[in-house]
């Protein structure tokens, strides 16, 4: 999840990023800019703290339902499929192909993200076999330690800890994960954005990748707190072959 300052496709290049993981999160489009700034200030006043628990969990199907929606059938038939409980993520279904499909919850965002608490943000994703074995892991650790009613200087700290004593893997070469799903919902100022795709690099500055500058294609972010760079590369249509209409009219 990752707030992109623009309202049509073609500024996209003119965009300015501030980290929300994950996962990604992703970027508002419709809404003015005067009021996509007070609808950030109240959903930060309306979302202070962790909600209570069972608002961000799902029935088991419809989470496996939303969770394949993030890739093409052709990828997430043979993919595990993760679901979040009360402690954390289990595994629902286990596939054969290597990649791994869950529906990320609103604390994979960056720490300081007004929506960081949001019970009502669902980010379906299909991780590829490196991410599965080196992005994820992050995501299932920050989990767990919300669910044990870490704060997120907590949960800074924790993961500091974690990094330090080499329990979460560095991010492997050739790294990403598909969110190319119409039923996501990135935030109450994104809704779902466009489908795209994200590639997960060891921290590195985003102008060497040629992101968020005028003109490219691929926007990126850094975040301190999973020691991971992101990047997000929209594409015209979704995981179920419709076409991203937003897009209709720009390059």
């Known amino acids: 999840m990752v707030e992109l300052e623009t309202r049509n496709w073609r500024s996209l290049g003119n965009t300015r990023f501030s980290v929300t993981m994950a996962l990604a999160l992703v970027a508002a489009i419709m809404l003015p800019a005067v009021e996509k700034r007070g609808r950030a200030q109240s959903i930060g006043a309306a979302c202070p703290k962790v909600a209570a628990i069972h608002q961000y969990l799902m029935p088991e199907d419809a989470e496996v ?5 993030a890739a093409p059938e052709s990828i997430s038939k043979d993919a595990d499929v993760l679901v979040l409980g009360r402690h954390g993520y289990r ?27 949001n019970p009502q943000l669902r980010a379906p994703i ?6 599965a074995r080196s992005y994820l892991p992050r995501i299932v650790k920050r989990t767990k330690l919300v669910l044990a009613g870490k704060t997120k200087e907590q949960l800074a700290d924790e993961m500091k800890a974690a990094f330090e004593a080499k329990e979460i893997p560095r991010i492997e070469s050739g790294t990403m994960g598909y969110m190319l799903s119409r039923q996501c919902y990135l935030s109450d100022r994104d809704g779902h954005w466009h489908p795209h795709i994200m590639i997960f690099v060891s921290q590195a500055d985003p102008v060497e990748w040629g992101a968020n500058l005028p003109g490219s294609p691929i926007f990126g972010s850094s975040d301190q707190t999973d020691r991971v760079s992101v990047f997000f ?6 995981s179920d072959g419709s076409s991203d209409s937003s897009h209709s009219g720009s390059r």
């Open 65 to 69: 339902a939303l969770a394949r929606s």
């Open 91 to 117: 595994t629902a279904i286990k596939g054969r192909n290597g990649f791994v499909c869950a529906v990320q919850r609103s604390w994979t965002a960056g720490l300081d993200d007004p929506e960081f608490w």
């Open 126 to 131: 299909c991780f590829n076999p490196p991410a």
């Open 233 to 238: 590369i929209p594409v015209r249509k979704w």
